[in-house]
């Protein structure tokens, strides 16, 4: 056999060789990872549904219930991130949209490096102790560039906002400053951090995790396909 012989063969081996590896690695039992993309994207993962008990509690609070709705969409939020603000409108708009035919819970998610974020949800929480959930909640985002990011506690002007909303003001201070209310709000930080939430918002649609920052469109693409499902 000559050496150019010898050589091409060994070259071939070397090719049938990697080739079995190849297909070693990419057999039974091995994942290759692809981009995650919108639902019904061709090539697209579907992640696991998130549990439904830590999803929504009993306590939980909801902007909209629909009794034997068949879609659910919880928000872990936190109301001085500006990317929740930001989010704020596409979440009324599907409110508007889908009114009478979703539930839409939310959950407090307040982050450690927001000095106020934990007293804004308490006091949404005592707002809602109230039955003034909504208009709290709503009070928060239209304001948040008055009182977000400080380092200064801005108690006194939740209290004021409770004041607005003709709300009973001795109740609500109470109610805020409570360790009970402390512990509410930090119990949903539990359940976000067990169903692995590291930041805000974080949404779920049917225990699906939306992609970051969903637009109208992605959003109710994928309520439709729940309604439709």
Request: hydrophobic share 40%.
């Amino acid at each position: 056999m000559s050496k150019n012989l010898g050589i091409t063969l060994g070259l071939i081996m070397v090719a049938v060789i990697g080739l079995g590896l190849l297909v070693t690695l990419n057999g039974p039992g091995t994942t290759t990872p692809t981009a995650r993309g919108n639902p019904g994207d061709p090539g697209s993962t579907t992640p696991p549904t998130a549990p439904a008990e830590l999803l929504v509690r009993e306590d939980s609070r909801h902007l909209d219930r629909v009794e034997e709705a068949p879609v659910t969409v919880v928000e872990f939020l936190d109301f001085e991130c500006e990317a929740c603000r930001a989010q704020f409108p596409v979440m009324e708009r599907i409110r508007e949209d889908y009114e009478g035919r979703i539930n839409m819970v939310v959950r407090y998610f307040p982050m450690p490096g927001h000095t106020n974020a934990e007293p804004a949800a308490a006091a949404v929480e005592a707002a809602a102790r109230q039955g003034a959930l909504e208009e709290m909640y709503t009070r928060m985002y239209e304001t948040q560039a008055e009182w977000g990011e400080s380092q200064e506690s801005k108690a006194e002007v939740f209290v004021g906002f409770a004041e607005e909303l003709g709300l009973d003001v001795d109740e609500f201070v109470e109610t805020m400053e409570s360790p009970e209310t402390l512990e509410r709000v930090r119990s949903d930080v539990q359940d976000g951090l067990a169903l692995g939430v590291r930041g805000t918002p974080t949404i779920f649609v049917n225990g699906r995790p939306t992609p970051s920052m969903p637009s109208h469109e992605v959003l109710s693409a994928m309520i439709d396909a729940e309604l439709e499902g």
